[in-house]
């Protein structure tokens, strides 16, 4: 199936006749670039496909979105064309947060159910975050709250004119991550595996068991070396995980 060019879904390295496709959803003030070497790490029949949510990169100059609420209702129908085959959901910080979300919704309106669920260095929606006291934080707290996390991206924010231009999505996006709300949510009947890195003082391992609860399907949990950008530290080590858990997958699906 030929499927239109979206510059929200960013497919770098498309495969012939994939037989699982990769979303991967983007932390806070990140972009699809965070996921662009983990291709050439996965085995020809896993197909990523970077999202892109608009104020950054390619979609700079589009409106941002302040809730994942708002956001889904843009994303699902640019979403549905690429879920022709079995796919998972991998989603790092608030990326994991518009993962889940995107899943549920898409069980909610009789849609193709995710194969599974990865959330990285994320809390789940009952747990309190410290992201919404960021939003409006003076810019001094906001940018010593970045470098503790260790992102490589970081050093960004130390040049005036990127920062004027960064900032703002990465408040907006702060308010994305403080929108989802405790509630009911049902266990999506599909494995979830939490992943984080071991020394994150801001979503610490033992805080992510805490998803097991919204799986009816199987749970794992697995620890990398490395903070909240345990992603950029661990990348092999990472995308060879999901590499074999999607595998796996695949030789346990009929046909």
Not at 7 to 33: D, K, N, Q, V
Not at 89 to 113: C, D, I, M, N, T
């Amino acid at each position: 199936m030929a499927i239109q060019r979206d510059h929200w879904i960013i497919c770098r390295e498309p495969r012939r006749g994939p037989r699982t496709r990769l979303f991967c959803f983007h932390h806070a003030g990140g972009s699809a670039s965070a996921f662009a070497s983990w291709p050439k790490l996965l085995d020809e029949t896993i197909e990523l496909c970077a999202v892109q949510t608009p104020g950054r990169e390619n979609l700079f100059s589009q409106p941002r979105y302040r809730s994942i609420d708002a956001l889904l209702p843009e994303l699902l129908p640019r979403l549905k064309p690429w879920l022709d085959r079995p796919f998972a959901f991998f989603g790092h910080s608030l990326g994991g947060l518009v993962a889940f979300a995107a899943a549920h919704r898409l069980k909610e309106e009789g849609g193709p159910a995710c194969e599974l669920l990865i959330v990285s260095a994320c809390l789940p929606p009952h747990l309190p975050r410290t992201t919404s006291a960021l939003v409006d934080a003076p810019e001094p707290q906001l940018l010593a709250s970045m470098r503790e996390l260790g992102s490589a991206s970081a050093s960004a924010f130390e040049n005036p004119e990127l920062r004027a231009l960064l900032l703002p999505v990465l408040r907006d996006d702060l308010a994305m991550a403080g929108s989802l709300r405790s509630g009911c949510w049902p266990p999506l009947e599909r494995p979830i595996a939490a992943f984080g890195g071991a020394t994150d003082n801001s979503v610490q391992p033992e805080r992510l068991e805490a998803w097991r609860s919204y799986s009816g399907s199987g749970f794992s949990l697995r620890i990398f070396p490395g903070g909240h950008f345990y992603i950029e530290e661990s990348r092999d080590a990472l995308v060879g995980a999901i590499r074999t858990a999607l595998i796996a997958g695949e030789r346990a699906s009929p046909g």
